[in-house]
């Protein structure tokens, strides 16, 4: 493989790595919460701020991307991002509800853009879908990385004061500005543009009437409750360990930690093991012990450790989930990769559409086992998804 390729390679694998950055919303609600004096039901609005826009940006980028080119378009998504992580540092309750918009508007850019971009340097049909969780094992990466980041922002940027913890914002924004320019540098193969010969309503619409193959539609679903799985967790394992044991802020930032690691190694062992075993089958496998372990983490009472290890699990579990049903998605009609990716990625709110589910749910119940029991029902869901 030739320099340049490895390169480029390089490039579009390290982009992952900002794409991460949403992630960074679990740990931050708790430091936002005490700042800004919020309920949980207002907290678990803050993730729904950064995915929404995957909703409504989704579709209309993907249609787009035929015209602008999948590079373009990643890179229109990290100057977004740039610009998000700015907004912050007003310091005031709005301007953190504002430049968490932006920065979800740049994730969405992202979230359609970069799995595409993978084909444009990954040409081996039978090395995708391992290409792919490598991507997600970048982003675990990042996602791990993001507690640290905050940790740095307090004690170091902020001298230990809690309410500078939008610091660690600013500091996202400039990994994204290197990200940014390695990708502009390296020489990647434009895929072929579609002529645009349809107004973006009629091809909203196209897009849309994709749903009508019960495959996409079942894939769709799948990707959105993948998502609420991985969003939830993270935004539900720091206040499990506040609720249940008492423990401080700064404490509590140790289980999204965990989370992010276990991740991190699942979607690792998950390249490898795909080489071996049927994507399908280790999603099977994967989602029937994940239920398992969300049903012990909701009703069976365990030392802190013990939540700290479930935790890790639906991380490790979760991992190579949504790269198997991405890649099913797109084998259905190849040849509508673009539009597929969009309509798929567009399910990626159910990132913020269960997180003020989990909170509502806390408040309701008055204790934390609710939230988690949201987790449960869309595991349930993915098992269907894995077997139909």
Known sequence: MKARQVSAIGAVLFSFFVMGFCDIVGISS???????????????LLPSVVFV????L???????????GRKNTVLIGMAVTVVGTMIPLIGTSSACLVGYAALGIGNAILQVSENPLVRNVVTNEKVLTSTLTA???VKAISSFCG??????????????????????????GGITLLSALWLLLSPIPHESRAAET????????????????????????????????DVGTNFVSSKVMIERYGWAVEQAGIAPQVYFICRTIGAFLGVLLMTKIPSRQYFRWNILTCIAAILILAFVPLPAA??????????????????????????????????????????????????PLIGLATDL??????????????????????FR
């Open 365 to 386: 119940a008055a204790d934390i086992t609710a939230g988690v029991c949201v987790l449960l029902i869309c595991a349930v869901y993915l098992t269907y998804c894995a």
């Open 30 to 44: 708790d430091y936002a919460r005490e700042a800004f004096g919020w309920s949980q039901a207002m907290t678990g």
């Open 53 to 56: 826009w995957v909703l409504l």
């Open 198 to 229: 349809a107004s973006m309503s009629n091809e909203i619409r196209r897009s849309v009437s994709l749903l009508r193959d019960h495959t996409i539609l079942r894939l769709f679903f799948g990707i959105f409750f993948v998502v609420a799985i």
């Open 306 to 355: 013990g939540s700290l290890v479930l935790i890790g699990a639906i991380g490790f579990l979760c991992s190579c989930i949504f790269p198997i049903i991405y890649t099913m998605a797109v084998e259905t009609q190849p040849e509508k990769e673009n539009l597929i990716s969009g309509l798929i990625i567009t399910a990626v709110s159910g990132g913020g559409a269960v997180t």
């Open 147 to 172: 507690p640290f980041i905050m940790l740095f922002a307090v004690n170091v940027l902020g001298n230990g004061d809690r309410q500078m913890w939008y610091l660690a914002l600013p500091v996202m």
């Open 58 to 68: 989704a579709l209309p980028v993907g249609i787009k991307m035929n015209a602008w």
């Open 135 to 137: 991507g997600q094992v």
